[in-house]
């Protein structure tokens, strides 16, 4: 089956935050009810791209895979409805060395493999919503993936599933010089 789409939006081979940044302008450029078809080859980007969406108002409609290319469609709506959040609660990446939170790392399996923080605990962003009962929601949560855009959107998703002592960690992973624990 194919789905008509108005624009599209070529972002295969990039990773996060790339596919979200092209994205957002790509979006810009549509006037509203128009359809924008994101290729992509980050498996990341299923989740990301659809929670992005949902931040700012606009339908995040599906995504077909079709041979290693994930096609997000996303419908703009409204421009005053989609107006971005970030999550005003952060911490800087030295200042989560050492506290008694737990580091919660949303990037996917494979980059966890390659390399995390001792003691951080995977959930990719994509299983967040599924998994949400694994963690405690008295205990302060410090959530990390490789720049700071993806765990901006799982902060987001975790205050309104009724987390109150989440803190999106800045700058993320690419920024980390301390000992990295490999499972692989």
């Given at each position: ?8 939006l ?48 606009h ?41 008694d ?77 301390g ?6």
């Open positions: 089956m194919s789905i008509k789409a108005d624009f599209q070529d972002a295969k081979g990039l990773s996060c935050p790339m596919p979200i940044v092209k994205t957002k302008k790509a979006m810009a450029e549509l006037v509203d009810g128009q359809i924008l078809e994101v290729s992509a080859t980050d498996k990341g980007s299923k989740a990301d791209i659809a929670a992005w969406a949902e931040s700012v108002g339908q995040y409609i599906g995504t077909v895979e079709e041979d290693a290319v994930l096609k997000h469609y996303i419908r703009k709506c409204a421009q005053e409805s989609a107006n971005e959040k970030t999550f005003e609660s952060t911490i800087e990446l030295e200042q989560i060395v050492g506290r939170g737990l580091i919660l790392d949303v990037r996917e399996e494979a980059e966890f493999a390659f390399g995390h923080i001792e003691g951080a605990k995977s959930i990719p962003m994509g299983e967040l919503e599924g998994r949400l009962s694994e963690l405690d929601k008295e205990r302060e949560i410090y959530v990390i993936c490789r720049t700071g855009t993806r765990s901006d959107l799982a902060a987001q998703k975790l205050v309104a599933n009724g987390f109150t002592k989440v803190y999106n960690v800045l700058p993320g992973m690419t920024s980390w010089t000992e990295l624990i490999k499972t692989i």
